[in-house]
């Protein structure tokens, strides 16, 4: 329920960011997510930013410490915060998973106290990371792309976030 909450907002906050093709990825039923330990995602870590919903966004991923990554998300319009995500990339299970949670600009939070929206790893390799619905895509060593899901009207399709490392 979060995620479709997660992707209904995404597709309110700008309906032409969507195209037709196919990074997102899902697990099958009673499919488990692959192994993979968090300095597989490492190449992830560093200051993004990107263009998207009108305005400009921002995302600083810390290296890998604890088996696990961190993530603060901003959404800028006119000069404004529009919202934040706080995001963990998280060894469990022997996998990964990304869970994150989203604040209004006055950090009140959209989720309820306890709940996450949760990304279970799908798929791995050398350039990308797969998560169901979630995917990171590394260009170069100073460009990557996240696509989102988004589902409406019983339909769905991707979002392209691209991003340039911020110096």
Known sequence: ??????????FFWNPGILFSQT???????RQSSPAAKITDAAWIQGHW???????????????PLGGSMMCAFKLVVDDKVK???LVTLVEENGSL??????????LKGWEMKEETVDFRLVKISENALYFEGFT????SDNE???????????KTEEAKFPYERYP
């Open 144 to 154: 990557l792309d996240i696509y989102v899901l988004i589902g409406s009207d019983g």
């Open 97 to 106: 998973i990304l869970r994150l949670k989203h604040f209004h600009a006055n």
């Open 1 to 10: 329920m979060q995620r479709l909450v997660f992707l209904l907002v995404l």
């Open 83 to 85: 919202f934040y995500e």
């Open 49 to 63: 930013r990107g263009e998207a919903f009108g305005g400009i966004t921002e995302e600083i991923w810390s290296p």
């Open 23 to 29: 990074h997102t990825l899902q697990l099958e039923e």
């Open 136 to 139: 990171f895509e590394r260009i």
